[in-house]
């Protein structure tokens, strides 16, 4: 990996892009012309096969907007009026589900495990049992907000047996964790052109039943985010209804070269996972501790309990930090004070030992002897593991 000009950005993005990528963005094209509807073809057809949809009665429908705008679009098509969805949250993107489902008036009850553990198959198999008028379940597949991998297989298998449907925010993690409908049963999957597959924002997709969106007709509060509607008419015309991220669109195609160069999924994950356990090797040895326990702790973002010494200040350690090329994330947590590094985007294992020594330096300037956290923080964490 080469060194960009800007800062990494050591976040779940957006994050930083391959130069190729960025400069697929120096063309303008036209939204109706026949070139450019060839482009959104070869865009849907490309992730249909990455998530192994193409034979299954599986169709992509890419939707302008953030990862948000295609959970809620998601949401309010596949789910009716007098639904009843399951969610199963453990941290804030969870959490932002179960507010989308208030806004549009969808009944919904909250499975809530908390920032340091997953929702597990027994769990959803009670309640299931207990709610017999549940018709969908929706899960986050790597919960951000802590880094924390769900167990969606585990998940799927309980869902398909009580005969109802399931729905998987996988904004993060699609594109490196393993996410093939062919071995995971579910009505349909959302993520974002901006995160593992290294495009830019602009836009993202859903990965869904035919059937799914076929019944979706009428289902939605909301004519931009009307999935049946985007879906019925790129089928008919090749074209976006309204103005398309066409730059977004070019450099997503060349990632999606890149990312077929690099390995597909499985090259992916590896350098990835190998950009986590690098980094939290060294940042463990400077003192600091990660939040997760390693069975939970995803390839896509690690969450650092912060440091207890009282010279400490996350705002002037991030200052420090992108003074030396790198913007890190404040923590999302509730209980403790914590931060974020992410390990996707276009870099690797050699960069991540870059950050661990910068890491190291902001904690010198700062007068700050090591990042071990209060312990406190710690013994929540193995509590809460046991």
């Not at 509060?221 to 049946?228: R, V």
């Not at 999924?265 to 996972?273: C, K």
């Amino acid at each position: 990996m080469t060194t960009p000009a800007d800062p990494y950005l050591l976040t779940p993005g957006p994050l930083t892009t391959a130069a190729s990528t960025k400069a697929a963005m120096q063309r303008d094209w036209g939204s109706w012309d026949a070139d450019f509807r060839a482009m959104t073809a070869r865009l849907r057809a490309a992730l249909l096969e990455i998530a192994g949809g193409t034979d299954l009665g599986y169709d992509c429908v890419p939707l302008q907007g953030s990862g948000s705008y295609c959970v809620e679009a998601m949401l309010g098509s596949f789910v009716p009026r007098d639904g009843h969805v399951l969610v199963l949250a453990n941290g804030a993107y969870g959490k932002r589900i179960a507010t989308t489902l208030r806004y549009l008036e969808r009944r919904h009850t909250v499975h809530d495990t908390g920032d340091y553990l997953p929702p597990r198959a027994a769990d959803v198999e009670r309640l299931l049992a207990a709610h017999a008028d549940i018709t969908h379940v929706v899960v986050v597949h790597c919960e951000t907000s802590s880094g924390i991998l769900n167990p969606i297989g585990e998940i799927a298998e309980v869902v398909a047996r009580h005969g109802r449907r399931l729905l998987i925010d996988s904004m993060s993690a699609f594109g490196a964790v393993p996410l093939d409908v062919r071995a995971l049963p579910c009505e349909a999957f959302v993520s974002s052109a901006n995160k593992c597959i290294e495009g830019v924002p602009g836009f993202g997709f859903v990965i869904a039943k035919k059937s799914a969106l076929e019944a979706a007709k009428g289902n939605s509060h909301s004519l931009a985010l009307d999935l049946h509607d985007q879906w019925d008419v790129m089928n008919r015309t090749g074209q976006w209804r309204f103005t398309p991220p066409t730059h977004a669109v070019a450099a997503f195609l060349e990632a999606l070269r890149l990312y077929a160069e690099q390995g597909g999924q499985p090259g992916r994950l590896a350098r990835y996972t190998r950009n986590r356990d690098v980094m939290v090797a060294g940042m463990q040895a400077l003192g600091f501790e990660p939040l997760l326990t390693d069975a939970w702790r995803s390839p896509i973002i690690v969450t650092f309990f912060s440091p207890a010494h009282a010279n400490f200040s996350f705002a002037r350690f991030y200052e420090l930090m992108k003074e030396q090329g790198f913007i890190i994330y404040p923590g999302k947590l509730t209980r403790v004070e914590s931060f974020r590094i992410g390990c996707i985007g276009a870099l690797d294992e050699s960069v991540m030992r870059r950050v661990v020594q910068a890491c190291g330096t902001a904690l010198r300037t700062m007068g700050v002897p090591d990042g071990a956290p209060e312990h406190a923080s710690l013994d929540a964490r193995e509590a809460l593991a046991a």
